[in-house]
């Protein structure tokens, strides 16, 4: 049983467009990420939720919304898609701040 | 802010023994370490919540020294299966910062 899962696996669209991401977690955590890993490999915190509460929310462009309705799932959705918004972007879960965090697969979004 | 590592990149024959590096110019209060290999998400490898706290997973241990705001990560007799980019992660303000990465190739 996958125990982060994201879809789509792949997205390709072209800039202007709005799309979303879904992520589900079955390991009965608490904690719940976006992250972005750019071509360079860096991965940044983009958000976090705890117990469906927004807690950690960085310095990202509103056109980024997340939504997580119930701790087993957040979502992310994105309008109005831009070139640097190519990346992959992960989501992980984690039990509490201090537990280790488990990565989805990965959506790799290509804005073309 | 961003922890970094070092070495960047480490090549290592089968068998051979690696440690990498992880410095932060603020105060850690954890840290953890992931393994991605080309593709792939990272992975979970250890998480470090002392400073003095030591860590073995397999062959792969880790220690952490708060004063000097530094975790070190061991690999000893490498095997394949350990290539891949690790990261530490240091927690800073309720979020993991996660370090600039070092890319490990072990070769047979």
């Known amino acids: 049983d996958t125990a982060v899962s994201q879809t789509p696996k792949y997205l390709v669209t072209q800039m202007g467009n709005d799309k979303s991401i879904k992520c589900e977690q079955n390991l009965g955590h608490d904690t719940m990420y976006w992250y972005k890993q750019d071509s360079k490999k860096f991965l940044k915190i983009m958000f976090s939720y705890n117990n469906k509460e927004l807690i950690i929310n960085e310095t990202v462009p509103n056109r980024f919304s997340p939504k997580s309705p119930d701790k087993a799932h957040l979502n992310l959705h994105i309008n109005s898609l831009e070139l640097g918004d190519s990346a992959v972007y992960f989501c992980?879960?984690?039990?509490?701040?201090?537990?280790?965090?488990?990565f989805g697969p990965g959506t790799r979004l290509t804005v073309t | 802010q961003q922890p970094v590592q070092s070495p960047q990149a480490v090549i290592l024959r089968e068998g051979e023994d690696a440690v990498i590096n992880c410095s932060s110019s603020k105060a850690l209060y954890s840290v953890h370490w992931y393994r991605q290999k080309h593709g792939e998400a990272p992975v979970f490898l250890m998480i470090l919540l002392k400073g003095g706290e030591q860590k073995g997973h397999e062959k792969i241990s880790a220690s952490f020294n708060e004063k000097k705001q530094q975790s070190s990560l061991y690999l000893t007799a490498s095997q394949l299966s350990y290539s891949g980019t690790y990261f530490c992660g240091t927690e800073y303000t309720d979020k993991l910062i996660f370090g600039t990465g070092t890319r490990l190739q072990v070769f047979p």
């Open positions: 992980a879960s984690s039990q509490g701040r201090q537990g280790g965090q488990y």
